[in-house]
């Protein structure tokens, strides 16, 4: 079964400093990642996609990569209140159509 | 560029009742299509997916069924809902390249 683990959280940072979330994979031959950020009630809204090892910057956000760990990060910098919300992290399974495969994600508080 | 709609919003059925969810995509031509559900507090479950017009598969067995009769539109069916079919249906679709992947606002369902 490939499995994608995230922290649950409540990961809770206060606004202005940098929120780091991450994620790892159980699947190996796994290419392509993503992050997305849902608030309750709301469907997810993709923040970025990564396939590359190393860093992919968007904003005021930095999508991590390390492929030999099978690990994937998102900082958050400059945080703020708006940024509280749940943020789940897939990846694509091939043999399911290339569907996203997520983990349960983790909440994020930024406290004011 | 690519949008998805799904509708409605939200639904209260009663048990036994059928059910018809929609799906359609704008702006790409033969996309990748999928439905997830999220119960409340758990993840997005993959419950079908669509590599192209009446080509469907499952994830899970269960009484819902989906169809694709057109390239762009993908419907979630059930002949008769279970209180356990309640949650919120996402449809979603990814592109070729698996480098973007977006998903519709949603269908709170709630069966009584």
């Known amino acids: 079964q490939k499995e994608v683990e995230q922290n649950s959280g409540p990961l809770s940072v206060p606004e202005g400093a940098i929120a780091s979330l991450n994620c790892t994979y159980s699947d190996r031959v796994s290419q392509s990642f993503f992050w997305y950020r849902q608030y309750s009630g709301k469907s997810p809204e993709l923040i970025m996609s990564i396939y590359s090892n190393g860093d992919k910057e968007d904003g005021r956000f930095t999508a991590q990569l390390n492929k030999a760990s099978q690990y994937v990060s998102l900082l958050i910098r400059d945080s703020q209140p708006s940024d509280s919300a749940t943020y789940l992290c897939?990846?694509?399974?091939?043999?399911?159509?290339?569907?996203?495969?997520f983990g349960k994600g983790t909440s994020l508080l930024v406290t004011p | 560029s690519q949008t998805i709609h799904q509708w409605p919003a939200t639904l209260v059925q009663p048990v036994g009742s059928p059910l018809s969810l929609e799906c359609t995509v704008e702006?790409?031509?033969?996309?990748?299509l999928y439905w997830y559900r999220q119960a409340a507090g758990r993840g997005l479950q993959l419950l079908f997916y669509?590599?192209?017009?009446?080509?469907i598969s499952s994830e899970v067995p269960q009484n819902l069924s989906a169809s694709r009769p057109q390239d762009r539109q993908f419907i979630l069916s059930s002949k008769k809902l279970l209180l356990s079919d309640s949650g919120f249906y996402l449809c979603a679709w990814i592109d070729n390249l698996n480098t973007e992947a977006f998903f519709g606002q949603g269908t709170r369902l709630t069966v009584v």
């Open positions: 702006g790409t031509s033969n996309p990748n």
């Open positions: 669509s590599i192209g017009i009446d080509q």
């Open positions: 897939a990846e694509i399974n091939s043999n399911s159509g290339y569907a996203l495969n």
